[in-house]
């Protein structure tokens, strides 16, 4: 609800561009009002129910996933975990925005504000372990965030860094995402870049495909490039959802092709 269009535009999206499937996945509502600014309300939920309804009735030649975007903070558990018991989701993907939502400190509040990098990208990656360690998600989305907002840093560092975060996404059975939006930002990039997307290769973590579309225009946007960078990385297969469960289907060579 906080992009544009609704999820029946996405789904027409979809279909003209010849996706056969895809998942919503608004940005899950909270209990305390972190990161308002970019997730419905609890009340609203109802209504992003009856939105991927609406669009499985009207778009039957495309399926529909019916997931959500939850963000790890601390603290976060004892909600989401109730709210995914609540809810049938297919998918849960987990996201790092923000390493101390609530300070008082712009540098320490998100991923930006002139903090040294390797700070950030060390905070990063903690709170990314962190996230998997809860055993409430499915998915890591873009994770390498850091880099959108500068924080140059060498391979190197970002192997020290990223290593320890990716050896608990393979503990916990989670995969991946390559997210094309990155090609759309000022780095030019899909997240993660070739290095993180090889070092999770060679742990066996999943991997699924977004395009993080927050207008329907983007839907399956730099799939086949998406798919290049798999290959290169070493991935020969990708994860499909059902019901918070997935099975490994051959990664196919382009879009059309699988």
């Known amino acids: 609800m906080h992009a544009s269009g609704r999820t029946i535009d996405y789904a027409r999206s979809a279909r003209d561009r010849g996706v056969r499937e895809f998942a919503a996945t608004d940005h899950c509502p909270t209990d305390v009002g972190f990161g308002k600014e970019h997730r419905m309300t609890v009340s609203q939920f109802a209504q992003y129910i009856e939105d991927v309804a609406e669009a499985r009735r009207n778009v039957p030649e495309v399926t529909i996933l019916f997931g959500i975007e939850a963000d790890y903070y601390l603290g976060c558990e004892p909600f989401l975990a109730g709210f995914c018991e609540q809810h049938r989701f297919d998918i849960v993907l987990g996201s790092v925005h923000f390493i101390d939502y609530w300070s008082t400190d712009p540098s320490r509040r998100g991923l930006s504000g002139g903090r040294n990098p390797d700070d950030v990208w060390s905070d990063y990656y903690r ?26 840093i060498s391979v190197n560092r970002l192997r020290e860094y990223a290593l320890p975060a990716l050896d608990r996404i393979a503990a916990a059975g989670m995969a991946i995402e390559i997210n094309t939006s990155g090609w759309t930002h000022s ?72």
């Open 127 to 152: 709170m990314t372990g962190r996230l998997a360690d809860t055993g409430l998600y499915d998915v890591v989305t873009h994770m390498d965030l850091p880099k959108r907002f500068g924080n140059a």
């Open 187 to 258: 780095i030019d990039e899909a997240y993660p870049g070739p290095h993180v997307l090889a070092w999770a290769a060679e742990r066996g973590i999943g991997l699924v495909f977004g395009s993080d579309a927050h207008s329907p225009h983007r839907v399956g946007d730099g799939f086949d490039l998406a798919l290049q960078w798999a290959h290169d990385a070493g991935f020969r297969t990708y994860r499909q959802y059902r019901g918070r469960s997935w099975t490994a289907q051959p990664l196919p060579v382009s879009v059309g092709s699988g």
